[in-house]
Nanobody
Framework: QVQLVESGGGSVQPGGSLRLSCEAS????????MAWFRQAPGREREGVAV????????LYAASVEGRFTISRDSTKNIVYLQMNSLNSEDTAMYYC??????????????????WGQGTQVTVSS
């Protein structure tokens, strides 16, 4: 069983930055996909970014491309989501997810096997 623990959420003004962390309870190189999803009230869940830990291949949603960066520290089994130039549309609960498979460009359509509890990000002036 894989456990994922997120941290780093909070409130920030528009234009600000936050960094989310997701610590996995296993060697992340045994997981082909580690990702961040988000869900705002009344909206569908959205895949934000995914990384293939062994080779650090990264994919992003169009809505965050150029503003968000997903990265990993394999020595600590932590995946980060650096979020810059935040706006109100980024307000959501952010979830870390992991899966033994790599789904490629359609990754956000799949139901990942492991999920964290979520961390809230609120962007407001």
């Amino acid at each position: 069983q894989v456990q994922l623990v997120e941290s780093g959420g909070g409130s920030v003004q528009p234009g600000g930055s936050l960094r989310l962390s997701c610590e996995a309870s296993v060697d992340m190189n045994n997981l082909s996909s580690m990702a961040w999803f988000r869900q705002a009230p009344g909206r569908e869940r959205e895949g934000v970014a995914v990384i293939y830990p062994p080779h650090a291949v990264r994919l992003y949603a169009a809505s965050v491309e150029g503003r968000f960066t997903i990265s990993r520290d394999s020595t600590k089994n932590i995946v980060y989501l650096q979020m810059n130039s935040l706006n109100s549309e980024d307000t959501a609960m952010y979830y870390c997810a992991a899966d033994p498979k790599w789904y490629g460009a359609t990754w956000a359509r799949y139901e990942f096997q492991y999920w964290g509890q979520g961390t809230q990000v609120t962007v407001s002036s």
